[in-house]
């Protein structure tokens, strides 16, 4: 069956670095475009970014670019999110979306505090 397993989350301080990984299985990966998403407790889900299945186009929301970078990896069949230079605003758990087969990950938290 098609599953996502986010990894990479943790406890970081202020400007630090962190990499999420999303292994994907049960679909052609190379076929599909992927996203991050975002969510704090309460809120809505937000887009963080996007990257189509050949990795040439990628899209970030404004909060995030310059600072994230959505990468892939289509014979690992993964998708990384390399956080740099992270922000209190960017705790949240941090989920995977497959748009071609509707799927999300379980999700990996990010806490970033001093």
């Known amino acids: 069956q098609v599953q996502l397993v986010e990894s990479g989350g943790g406890l970081v301080q202020p400007g630090e670095s962190l990499r999420l990984s999303c292994v994907a299985s049960?679909?052609?990966?190379?076929?599909?475009?992927m996203n991050w998403y975002r969510q704090v407790s309460g809120s809505e889900r937000e887009f963080v970014a996007f990257?189509?299945?050949?990795?040439?186009?990628?899209r970030y929301a404004d909060s995030v670019k310059g600072r994230f970078t959505i990468s892939r990896d289509n014979a690992q069949n993964t998708v990384y999110l390399q956080m740099n230079n992270l922000k209190p605003d960017d705790t949240a758990v941090y989920y995977c979306?497959?748009?071609?087969?509707?799927?999300w990950g379980q999700g990996t938290q990010v806490t970033v505090s001093s």
């Open positions: 979306y497959a748009f071609d087969v509707r799927a």
């Open positions: 049960g679909f052609t990966f190379g076929n599909a475009a």
């Open positions: 990257i189509t299945n050949n990795g040439i186009y990628t």
